[in-house]
């Protein structure tokens, strides 16, 4: 099963997206198999991507502490294609894991090639931000 224009939807930073930049996104993401306990993300390590989860699970943890669990449809690392800083936490498969990726090195390019899609990106991290100070 490949990575899906809905699936992106659903997602709030890609939220505001037309079905075309969205398919224009789906299409630079690539898919990955992580074996149980590969570690996908370590926690002050640079960020290098954004993961979206299709199938298994995956442990996540800060400061050795277990924090959650991500199943499919989860994702994690949207900062990461903005900022290459340290990840916040560790995300390790904890069942054999098939997630999407999008590289910073492939977002970074398209955004400066589609103004259009990164200024839909900008309406949607505004309207998650609370704006009761506004």
């Given at each position: ?8 939807k ?5 939220a ?31 960020g290098f ?40 936490a560790?995300?390790t ?42």
């Open positions: 099963m490949a990575l899906t224009t809905e699936a992106l659903g997602i709030p930073l890609f505001s997206l037309s079905n075309d930049e969205l398919e224009l996104l789906v299409s630079v993401f690539t898919e990955h198999a992580f074996p149980t306990g590969h570690v996908i993300a370590r926690e002050g390590t640079p991507g954004f993961f979206v989860i299709e199938s298994g699970t995956a442990e996540v943890t800060v400061r050795g502490q277990e924090r959650t669990t991500y199943g499919p449809g989860d994702h994690f690392g949207e900062i990461a294609l903005l900022d290459p800083g340290p990840r916040s560790t995300v498969a904890s069942s054999d894991m098939k997630a999407y990726m999008l590289s910073a090195m492939e977002f970074r390019p398209l955004v400066h090639e589609h103004p259009a899609l990164a200024w839909s990106m900008i309406q949607s991290v505004w309207a998650m931000i609370d704006h009761d100070d506004d």
